[in-house]
Structures are given as C-alpha cells and as structure tokens.
C-alpha cells in the first residue's frame, strides 16, 4: 500500500479513442509526476506538478495533455494515440519538487496503468 | 549529465544465497541515491535510501552504502527469498539546483529459485 493510487489499472483504446488516466495521492505531498515505462527502455518523465503548476514538460508528444485540478489529483487525457505509446503509465507524488530538506524529494510510485493502443 | 550504471541482468539465484546488484553513478555534487523494486505486475516502491556519502539505507534485509570514493551505491542481501524476485532499480536525484530529476538506471531482474 502505497499511498498513491491509479485507475484504470489496465486500459486498452484503439487510436482515434479519447481516455484518461487518473492518479490520486492520500499522503499530503505538494508535488506530482507522470512516468512511462515501455519495455527494455528506462522510465521517462514526462510531467511534473508543483503545487498544482506544471514544472516540466519533457518534450512530450500533445496527443498527451496532463491537468492537476488540486495537489492530490492527476490526470493525464490521451486522444489520437499510436500503437508505439502502448506502455506502463506510472503516477508518482513527493513532498516537494526540489525540495532541500531530508527526504522531501523522495519519490512514491502507484500501481500504473497498462495501456494498449489498438 | 547524470547518469547511473546498473549490473545487466537478469540474475538469477537459488534461495538463501547471497545478492549483489551492483550500481555506479556519474554526477556532479553529491546526488541522493536510491533503490526502488518492481514486482510483476505493479509499480515502483521505494525499498531504501541515502542521502548523503557514508549513510547506509536498509529495508526488508537489503542494505546499500553510499560510497562517495567509488562512486558506488550496491544492493546486498544476505540470504534472498522467493519473494525477492523482481525488477530492481538504481537511481538518484538532487535536491536542489536545476537537476531536479530522479534519474534512474536501466533495472536488473533478479529471479530466486526455490
């Protein structure tokens, strides 16, 4: 048990299908992250969250479009996807971005999303 | 940039031997270091820590040792089990300046044999 949940936890859409991926945090951190992690690659950061603001965008297609409503919630809206974005979709929250103080920058992980794109 | 070095695998032990996975890392300053485990079919937990050179996270009879001098941060376990199988990442991040990132190595997959 985490902390950090995700849901679906598995989705398959064909490509011309809009969803979304939602994370929620129960621990009270300030900072939120979405990963893919595709086989025999390394994970990829995609989006980071700070105080409800986004901090970094890592050259990530705009077929993927995050929204962070509130510091607990995250969303990540997927529409015209491709076959090739077919991966594990990993949430992550940290009490802060950047943080200074001891542990304030540690990472937690949820379950993913196992998405398929037809 | 930052990088980190993890031993390939897969690895594979009969139970109760002894594990090493060893991890180096390329980085300017003094990064936090960490070990994250994935079993099949979930996400990332965090299994230990360390934040400065010298410290030693431990979790669950796994241990690491941040080791400035070879810039080194290996994961031992005295006696693996069954349950140890799983994909085992290296990573590391700085808390403060502009490399804000978790930077992670490519994982090595350890399975344990009954």
């Known amino acids: 048990e985490t902390g950090v949940t995700q849901t679906p936890r598995h989705l398959v859409m064909g490509m011309t299908n809009k969803k979304s991926l939602k994370c929620e945090q129960h621990l009270g951190h300030n900072a939120m992250y979405w990963y893919k992690q595709s086989a025999k690659k390394p994970l990829e950061l995609m989006f980071v969250y700070s105080l409800e603001e986004r901090v970094e965008n890592n050259s990530v297609p705009s077929r993927f479009s995050p929204e962070c409503p509130n510091s607990s919630h995250l969303f990540l809206h997927l529409h015209t996807l491709q076959p090739e974005d077919s991966a594990l979709y990993l949430c992550a929250s940290s009490p802060e971005w950047g943080g200074r103080g001891v542990g304030a920058d540690t990472q937690y992980f949820g379950p993913g999303t196992r998405l398929t794109v037809l | 940039g930052d990088s980190v070095t993890q031993m390939e695998g897969p690895v594979t032990l009969s139970e109760e031997a002894f594990l090493t996975i060893n991890c180096t890392y390329t980085a300017t300053g003094y990064p936090s270091l960490f070990w994250y485990v994935q079993y099949p079919g979930e996400g990332l937990q965090l299994l230990l820590k360390a934040t400065k050179a010298d410290d030693k996270g431990s979790n669950k009879g796994f241990e690491a040792t941040y080791r400035k001098e070879t810039t080194s941060f290996h994961l031992e376990k005295g006696s693996v089990q069954v349950s140890d199988s799983a994909v085992y990442f290296c990573?590391?991040?700085?808390?403060?300046?502009?490399?804000?990132?978790?930077?992670f190595g490519s994982g090595t997959q350890l399975t344990v044999l009954p």
């Open positions: 990573a590391l991040i700085f808390s403060s300046g502009s490399a804000r990132q978790l930077t």
